[in-house]
């Protein structure tokens, strides 16, 4: 899907300045909640509709796009496919240029549900490989995630425990991992803290989401979780 969507403004509620809103950067999870319920009205989605085509809860949406709940990262690759974007579109960082280049020390940092995060990609719709950074610390809740594509970890520093379909693979600093996304996984910090980079493949979707002007149902239709 080539179609651009336009960032959203917001204001204060009030009608008056919000200065946090003049500069997303302030609050970023903010910027990522306001994105993200910007896609979807763009498209004419419902939290329904859109839940459907995703695999998440229409519950779990409703809190991300109100600043309620961060995203984890299986959340936010599910999203980028079904909306056809890249992750950094995505979060409304829109690249058009022919390379991306992320410095490591300024690479703009995230909250998620997973941990701290930076994405490392940003060539667009165009391509096919995602990159974050993921920052894991012990103790986090696990979140289990599951797509199509593949996904390849590199762990940075500490060490991580993989979940893969059930199996529990523990990854050191400088080991590497390549697994079928579509085999439910999740990664958690083993002891302390832990750095991994995760590089994530996955196909477009064979019919991308519309609203009820744009055929809503033939093309929510061909997705998962419909009958």
Same mark, same amino acid.
């Given at each position: ?56 809860? %229409? ?124 085999? %439910? ?40 979780? %419909?009958?």
């Amino acid at each position: 899907m080539t179609t651009r969507i336009p960032r959203a403004q917001h204001g204060a509620p009030d009608g008056g300045r919000d200065d946090r809103a003049g500069d997303p950067a302030a609050d970023p999870e903010r910027r990522v909640a306001a994105r993200l319920a910007e896609l979807r009205r763009a498209h004419g989605l419902t939290l329904t509709a859109l839940a459907e085509w995703t695999g998440i809860s %229409t519950a779990h949406l409703s809190r991300m796009e109100k600043g309620e709940r961060q995203p984890s990262i299986g959340s936010l690759i599910q999203l980028s496919r079904a909306y056809g974007i890249s992750l950094s579109e995505l979060i409304g960082d829109v690249r058009s240029r022919e390379h991306h280049v992320v410095r490591g020390a300024s690479a703009p940092v995230r909250q998620g549900q997973d941990g701290p995060y930076a994405i490392m990609s940003g060539l667009g719709p165009r391509s096919a490989l995602e990159a974050v950074r993921l920052e894991l610390t012990t103790g986090r809740p696990e979140h289990t995630a599951s797509h199509p594509g593949e996904e390849w970890v590199y762990v940075v520093q500490g060490q991580v425990v993989a979940d893969i379909g059930g199996e529990l693979i523990t990854l050191a600093a400088g080991d590497a991992l390549h697994f079928d996304a579509a085999a %439910t996984h999740s990664l958690q910090a083993a002891d302390g803290q832990a750095t991994a980079l995760i590089v994530s493949a996955t196909p477009p979707p064979a019919r991308p989401p519309h609203g009820p002007g744009q055929g809503l149902g033939p093309a929510l239709g061909a997705g998962p979780g %419909t009958s």
